[in-house]
């Protein structure tokens, strides 16, 4: 059976993550880089698929475990009859090649300790070769290969299909196994295995305390914005600066549903509440990459904009389907890849161009081509904006014209505007104004419900979309305006047990309006966007509410996935998401601004 999505812990390099459950098992893990197939993938499959496990002989879940101090290392705590053990698992930062390293210590008694590792490279379908390499154990297959060292314990056993360690540990004794990706060609032990385990962890301590000391934010909910800020940092690839939406694919968004989806790319629409989440938190040299990686993922013509691209700027990002792979508690079709990346979305050229405003005024410098990729945007913006897209959230369905998508058009015009004000070019500003007020106005008559009082999904529509609470954030209409208020005060109607779902059906039918069958659960970061709503309309005790009340759904260590069942009260769709984290953050940030103070200090 598949283990609860909140059974999950992340570590990593900056390239590439690994999903540890409370059992021990690395389920998922992509490697050499976040989007490369899975050489650990029972995540969604089963063990045959490929998994790593390090946990004492016949225990099934371990007693506790945290984050060391302000790092992604992971300390484990097992707890049994015979004594207790430490297992610490990290992924140092990465020089050239991947590296696990998973430490075993003893803190009393006798625990007899097995290392089972089954790697199954190309998504859990290929079955390596395995051979004994001096003091390691490899495993090759096509271009890939593990290579495996266990210090003092000598070499691993195979037994159908597993390399299977055993060894025990008593009170002071430390055993660590270590685990490399390489090309397949390079018939070395690779680098990463000669480094002492002891250099190794100190190294990834001090580089994760180092760069969480820098945050800014002093507020009274800063463990948890730190803790978020480092799974952010954890799904950064170093190399280009690009966020992954998450490290996972294809964890469904309701239980055996369809709405499964390969995040392990880069979403522009994230780009504005990344970028004002790093400035905010005192993480400029962060935000000046992530910045650099959207101008060159642009870069092109307005018409080829994107909404998603790969961790290095790549446009082409084909969804295929995975057969061989039984899915999360049976949720098929597994995918890889994204079809997102072929939609048009309107919002994409609202989100690059608050992003260029916000570095901006926040004194990072742009490259002199910029005001050419303002015009270039706006000019096709122009011609384009009063057509249907496909959304913020990626309906499968027929185009719309949906509200938030033309309130970004609003915002597109709205930073150009100022950009054009901030660099002293102003030869464009009629078009821009006229477009502006053009766009404000249509969505004030076609977006609004006069009899629901309150902003819709899409023209014509009765449904209510939780996009509708960005309206005052994003400048669109002030927070005291009736129709914000009033709009908000309809939110009830997305309200689970005080948790917002994205949108309604709408009486569209089994596929509803996203084209897909099935339910889903509510929304974390909508939920968070509610919370801002309330604090910046005065609704101190109420926006602390809805805060806490997501923060009391995250794991055990921290993380929140993409959704929240509030009926089987468990995490659903990807994890750790991108999204959930950064409205985090922002969150963090509202509420402190707006002078609300956590329950304990009522």
Known sequence: MSKPIENYALIGDLESAAMIAQDGAIDWLCLPRFDSPACFASLIGTDDNG????????????SRRAYRDDTLILDTWWETE???????????????LPCVVRTVEGQSGRVRVRSELRPRFNHGRVVPW?????????AVAG?????????????????????????????????????????????????????????????????????????????PWRDSVVRSLITLKALTYAPTGGIVAAPTA????????????????????????????????????????????????????????QTVYGIEGQRSLPETEAPWLPGYEGARPVRFGN????????????????????SLRAGIPLQEHMWSLVNALMSHLREHWREPDQGLWEVRGPRRHFVHSKVMSWV????????????????????????????????????????????????????????????????????????????????RELDQAGFVRRYQEGGRGVHGVDGLRGGEGTFVACSLW????????????????????????????????????????????????????????ESAFALQRAGVTPQACV
Request: proline share 6%; net charge positive.
């Open 130 to 138: 395995v051979r004994g390499a001096g003091a390691c154990t490899v």
């Open 82 to 96: 015979s004594g207790t053990v430490r297992v610490t698992d990290f992924m140092p930062p990465r020089t050239r």
């Open 143 to 219: 271009p890939d290969s593990l290579w495996q060292r266990a210090d003092d314990t000598g070499q691993g056993v195979l037994r159908a299909g597993s390399t299977v360690v055993d060894f025990t540990v008593t009170a002071g004794r430390r055993l660590t196994l270590m685990l490399a990706w390489a090309p397949s060609h390079l018939c070395e032990m690779p680098a990463p295995l000669c480094v002492p385990p002891e250099t190794a962890l100190k190294e990834t301590r001090d580089f994760w305390q180092e760069w969480a000391a820098q945050c800014r934010y002093q507020g």
């Open 339 to 358: 079809a997102a990346a072929g939609q048009f979305q309107l919002d994409v050229y609202g989100a690059v161009l608050d992003t260029l405003y916000r």
């Open 51 to 62: 998994f790593w496990r390090v946990a004492p002989v016949g225990a099934e879940r371990c």
């Open 412 to 491: 597109a015009a709205d930073r150009a505007l100022r950009i054009g004000a901030l660099l002293g070019r102003t030869e464009s500003s009629g078009p821009w104004r006229a477009l502006r007020d053009a766009v404000h106005a249509e969505v004030c008559r076609m977006g609004w419900d006069p009899v629901r009082r309150s902003f819709v999904q899409s023209y014509g529509s009765s449904a209510l979309d939780a996009s509708s609470l960005l309206m005052p954030k994003l400048g669109f209409l002030r927070p005291g305006d009736f129709r914000v208020r009033s709009t908000i005060a309809a939110m």
């Open 250 to 305: 294809s964890l469904p968004e309701h239980p055996g549903g369809e709405r499964n989806w390969d995040y392990r790319y880069c979403w522009l629409r994230d780009s504005t509440l990344t970028l004002s989440c790093l400035l905010r938190s005192g993480y400029r040299n962060e935000a000046a990459a992530w910045l650099d990686w959207l101008l060159r993922a642009v870069a092109g013509g307005p018409a080829g904009l």
């Open 530 to 585: 509610y919370a801002d709503a309330l604090a910046a309309m005065g609704e101190r005790g109420r926006a602390r509410e809805a805060f806490e009340r997501v923060l009391a759904v995250r794991n055990d260590v921290g993380l929140l996935s993409e959704q929240w069942d509030p009926v089987r009260r468990r995490q659903m769709g990807n994890t750790p998401q991108a999204f959930s984290h950064i409205a985090l953050v």
